[in-house]
């Protein structure tokens, strides 16, 4: 009797095996954070690859722009670039080439090297999940004029500075100036989603949002080895990013990451639920009156540089500065000079589209163990 019980508990535990793989079966030991319990514990994720723009949140809200009836899901299939007569099947193809809502995946493991900058266009989604997709040493990615844009998943580095040029561009062939080495750069553009990259080791800076950028969200990044991390704001004396709203959310800054984290000129940021591990001359800076609610983040301070923030040419009793700290935890001696009232923080006043719960700044090192380019393959959770 006892034999035979056995018996029928392991057929039992045989045919629940066939039936529900171990990666529908596992659990995760720790939650994951709001962007991330979305979509990645659904092991058919790949099958539906654009539901993934119903899961940014911050200021760029849903993207429900790039999903739906007519996205155009095309694959690419070769790494080479030809900046002035894209071939079809290349990234630049996809990207720049083809109108209206473009959904972009990629056969295969590729690096990209661009001979001049990936001008993208609106309503296009990069998704490099189910690939090992490096852009590196060479042009990297610009968005300008443009909105509605996902890159998702990339892995780009080394990029460097380009001299003027032609180039195709959404509206034919454009002539750019000189381009600095930055690994993605906005230029008056809006609802842009940057997720889950890895990015490192670039001439210049990783992430730039400038000349009126806006309602944008940067979130599950990792960001390593560089000296200019991320610049929100064009310049001291470009009045437009006065609008600008940026979200920075669940990413990971470090090893050797040594300035702006970011550096914000004019506008607002959110600045939450991230992972800093060191810094070198400051993490959180700031020119121009700006607005900063660094809200339940961790910071990890480095030895012999203690300070979070820099703020350039502040005077004691400025009183539209905003650099505030609500709720972070401060590790191996790191502090926050606060600058201006609103002792709380200036609130971001998310819509309901935009808005997210925040964590408890304890729990960073769980939400953000997962930030840069992730490693999914198709049929199982990511």
């Not at 099958?47 to 996205?71: E, I, P």
């Not at 719960?357 to 939400?367: M, P």
Request: aromatic content about 8%; some cysteine.
């Amino acid at each position: 009797m006892f034999s035979q019980a056995v018996q029928t508990m392991a057929l039992a535990i045989v045919i629940t095996a066939l039936l529900c793989p171990p990666t529908v079966l596992a659990k995760r030991s720790k939650p994951l954070n709001p962007i991330d319990s979305c979509w990645r514990s659904d092991p058919h994720w790949h099958r539906h690859r654009d539901r993934l723009a119903g899961c940014s949140v911050g200021f760029a809200g849903k993207m429900t722009n790039n999903m739906g009836r007519g996205v155009v899901h095309y694959k690419v299939m070769d790494p080479s670039d030809d900046p002035l007569n894209p071939k079809p099947g290349t990234l630049r193809y996809g990207a720049t080439v083809i109108r209206g809502k473009v959904w972009i995946t990629f056969q295969r493991d590729m690096n990209i090297k661009l001979e001049k900058p990936l001008l993208v266009s609106s309503y296009t989604a990069i998704d490099g999940r189910n690939a090992n997709v490096e852009i590196s040493d060479g042009a990297c990615i610009t968005l300008q004029k443009v909105n509605n844009v996902i890159i998702h998943g990339l892995r780009i580095h080394h990029c460097r500075s380009q001299p003027p040029g032609q180039v195709m561009g959404p509206d034919g062939i454009q002539n750019l100036g000189h381009i600095d080495g930055d690994a993605i750069r906005l230029v008056s553009s809006s609802k842009v989603w940057l997720d889950h990259n890895t990015l490192y080791s670039c001439q210049d800076g990783l992430i730039d949002v400038t000349r009126g950028s806006t309602d944008v969200t940067i979130s599950n990044n990792w960001f390593r080895e560089q000296n200019k991390v991320m610049l929100l704001g064009h310049d001291d004396g470009y009045l437009r990013d006065k609008n600008m709203k940026v979200t920075v959310a669940f990413n990971y800054f470090g090893p050797d990451c040594h300035q702006r984290m970011p550096r914000v000129r004019h506008g607002y940021a959110h600045v939450v639920n991230n992972l800093y591990q060191g810094w070198g001359l400051y993490a959180i800076g700031g020119s121009m009156n700006p607005s900063v609610t660094s809200e339940s983040n961790l910071f990890v301070a480095p030895e012999g540089k203690k300070e979070v923030t820099w703020k350039k040419n502040y005077e004691e009793g400025m009183s539209e500065w905003r650099i505030h700290s609500v709720k972070d935890v401060f590790e191996n001696g790191a502090c926050f000079d606060q600058t201006g009232g609103d002792k709380g923080g200036v609130k971001p006043h998310y819509t309901h589209e935009q808005a997210f719960a925040v964590a408890d700044a304890r729990s960073v090192r769980s939400l953000t163990r997962y930030s840069g380019a992730l490693k999914c393959f198709a049929g199982s959770r990511c």
